[in-house]
């Protein structure tokens, strides 16, 4: 790839040029990688894009709401990047058509730019592959990033790691229902958006969304967030209802994380996070290959007759890889 010609026109804002990219940083061989580790780098850290983090279960109205929300932002002459992170074995290969088609009027938004996620099976490679994409969609000049997940637990937490804002969306169910969120992601919300006001389910709707604001009340205090935060509001993806006060919302609390210095602080957090994690991997990808390899089986060998102790066995292999 011809990156003296694709570093310009992806800053230029040319979408071909981010698709391209983003191929390149999602493909496994290694020449590619240092292309795009290249890329990355030319780069460089450019104007920072809303990122937007949208989690919610199969079927809640995620596309819907990407859609409907997406369309409002352009409408205002906001350029909006759609990414997906999703573990594979989630999903099936089919629903991605499915999300261009269900995303159709924004897809065909010359200021929207949709990238389905890429079939990859590990959790690992999805949390890096999205996060250079960000990165590029960041330099290509975006003014908001959405970064959708099936709520499947461990995607959570990596667009969590990866946005500025998490929202989760819920669907409207009776009192009960409440428990089927795990705390953990409650804890991680900045606005809890029940879809599906509309119709025969907007009581229900609203009831669940007072449920969940109570239950928001009930949690620990962040420092991140100013007094009433994090909310939790009604909205209508289908119906387009609710859509400006909830982006009202989400200004207001980025507006003052930015202006009381949360949002950089997190931003750097994140980054750090990131760091230890490449490194985390890039260590136990050393395991892999020879000559720890080989070593490492015939440990394990060891360790299975009985001639040597796990743990006499991993001391081994450490001291070896401290004198690497
Ligand atoms: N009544 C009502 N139905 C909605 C609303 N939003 C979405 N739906 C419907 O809910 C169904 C699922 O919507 P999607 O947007 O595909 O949901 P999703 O969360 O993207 O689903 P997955 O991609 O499978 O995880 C569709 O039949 C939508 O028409 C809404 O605001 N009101
Ligand atoms: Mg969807």
Redesign the pocket.
Known sequence: MDLAHLVPSLQSGDRRSLARAITLVESARADHRAQALELLQALGSTKQALRIGLS??????????IESFGLMLTGQGKRVAVLAVDPSSARSGG?IL??KT?MERLSRDPLAFIRPSPSQAQMGGVARRTREAVALCEAAGFDIILI?T?GVGQSETVVAELCDLFIL?LAPAGGDELQGVKRGIMEMADLILV?????D?KPAAMRTCADYAGALRLLRKRPQDPPGYPKAMT?????DAGLGLAWTEMQTLAEWRRVQGHWQTRRGQQAQHWFKEELRRGLLAVLDVEPTKGLVAAQGAAVAAGTTTPEAAARQILTLLHKL
């Open positions: 919610g279960t199969p079927g809640v109205g995620k596309s819907t709401f629903s499915g999300d269900r959708e099936v969306l879809n599906k006001a509309d119709g389910l909205v209508s993806a289908l119906e």
